[in-house]
């Protein structure tokens, strides 16, 4: 059931994200030295689920087929100490419209979801395509999924649905650690509640926000319990946000700075968001402000930019002890540039460090920051302690309307240090107002 979805949806991330991307080595065991098999005591599962049904508590369950358990109505509960083995490569468990998914595990007796052979990717995961608030699953550990050939493959799948998961264990998965998808129509997918929960030995990014996402699904990514370690998934620990150019933040929200508490020690390193094809605030909603917290690290893709249109604005402000930071993925081309036509005042870049940008494809014009004024208002930019390094052209770029009498007016410009502006430090100085008219 819905594998239309699965092809067409358009994607979209919602989150309250405080995980945890744990250990380079197994946190379960569950290696590479493969799975056994089933306990003799098992009881075999067929697919449809049609009517409420209740697994467990403390008992082995196995599904023997290559393909989904599906569950197309009713609710599948699921109680602490319950195992589940799916042995087949494709088998997994969806749950469709009408359905609904709720697993209650403890610390002592978690909830263990596997399937069979070794390596990565040994079943499929746990597939949600319900329109429905109340899924939950909660000390559920899902050990080598991933197995799907769909480009978004993931432990968990969240489509059009809604999801709290808590102290949960997503390990060793052949694709994603989680993906969020919507269709682009209405809209719903979301993790209500997302704490507690560790994603370990991805082969691809831990959490993946697949294509076209909206700010319903960005706005609420925090940080909000900074011991949680993120490694054990190569050069991919990072959020990873493609086809980004289409995430709108429709209103007022935060990009959050993210912290992944290192093994062992007491330091921290910064979590990336990475949006390799940019990203912009919103044509449709006027009055989309972002605010991207002190300490964050935006990472773009080559040739991408950030979009600031007319009625919108982005406030970056970083500290003296925590700069925000722009930058390119280490490896690749330069991105784009920060693009501000910001009509009224609002707009801000203080303490931060803007690097490996400078080239916009859609402009003739380019810089690391691109201001534009048209025909029609100024353009307005409070920009202060703020680095501008390696720029593929000008540091600044500043386009007035050419024929006026609309300006590009900046604040608190005095305090910029341009480094290896290939073109020079400030271009096109056209209509340019160095304070506020």
Not at 116 to 130: C, D, E
Not at 144 to 159: F, K, N, Q, R
Not at 369 to 389: D, G, M, P, R
Request: glycine share 12%.
């Amino acid at each position: 059931m819905k594998n239309t979805l699965r092809f067409f949806g358009i994607i979209a991330l919602a989150a309250l994200i405080g995980f945890s991307m744990a250990g380079c080595s197994s946190p379960t065991g569950n290696d590479d030295s493969g799975t056994p098999p089933p306990s003799a005591d098992a009881i075999e599962l067929t697919s449809p689920i049609t009517a409420d049904r209740t697994l467990g508590p403390d008992k082995n369950y196995v599904y023997k087929g290559n393909n989904y358990l599906q569950v197309n109505g009713g609710t599948l509960t699921v109680l602490q100490g319950t195992t589940i083995t799916f042995t087949q490569v494709y088998g997994g468990l969806e749950i469709n419209d009408g359905a609904m998914l709720t697993m209650n595990g403890t610390a002592a007796k978690p909830i263990i979801l596997q399937g069979q052979g070794v390596g990565k990717g040994r079943w499929a995961g746990i597939y949600l395509y319900n329109n429905t608030a109340d899924n939950s699953i909660n000390y559920v550990k899902l050990l080598a999924p991933g197995s799907d050939t769909l480009d978004y493959a993931a432990g968990v799948l969240i489509h059009e649905s809604k999801l709290s998961m808590t102290n949960c264990l997503i390990d060793n998965s052949k694709g994603y650690g989680l993906t969020i998808r919507n269709n682009g129509i209405s809209n719903n997918a979301e993790l209500v509640t997302f704490t507690g929960n560790t994603i370990s030995n991805c082969a691809k990014y831990p959490v993946c926000a697949d294509q076209s996402a909206t700010s319903y699904q960005l706005r609420n990514i925090t940080n909000d319990n900074p011991f949680y370690a993120w490694t054990g998934n190569g050069t991919n620990n990072m959020i990873y946000i493609p086809n980004g150019y289409d995430v709108r933040f429709d209103g007022s929200y935060t990009i959050h700075s993210l912290r992944s508490l290192n093994p062992g020690t007491s330091t921290y390193s910064t979590i990336p968001w990475y949006f390799p094809d940019g990203l912009r605030l919103s044509d449709f909603v006027t009055g989309s402000d972002v605010t991207i917290e002190a300490g964050a690290d935006i990472i773009l893709g080559s040739g991408s930019y950030i979009q600031v249109p007319v009625d919108c604005h982005l406030i970056a402000e970083g500290t003296v002890a925590n700069h925000i930071t722009f930058r390119p993925l280490p490896g690749s081309t330069a991105w784009g540039n920060i693009w501000i036509a910001s009509q009224t005042r609002g707009s801000k870049l203080n303490y931060c460090d803007i690097s490996g940008g400078g080239t916009n494809p859609t402009k003739l014009y380019q810089g690391l920051v691109y201001v534009e004024a048209n025909s029609v208002a100024n353009a307005y930019l409070e920009i202060n302690n703020t680095t501008l390094t390696d720029s593929s052209n000008y540091g600044l770029f500043f386009k007035g309307n050419s024929s006026g009498p609309h300006v590009c007016y900046i604040a608190n410009s005095t305090t910029l240090t341009y480094t290896r502006c290939i073109s020079g430090t400030i271009g096109g100085a056209l209509h340019v107002d160095y304070e506020w008219e």
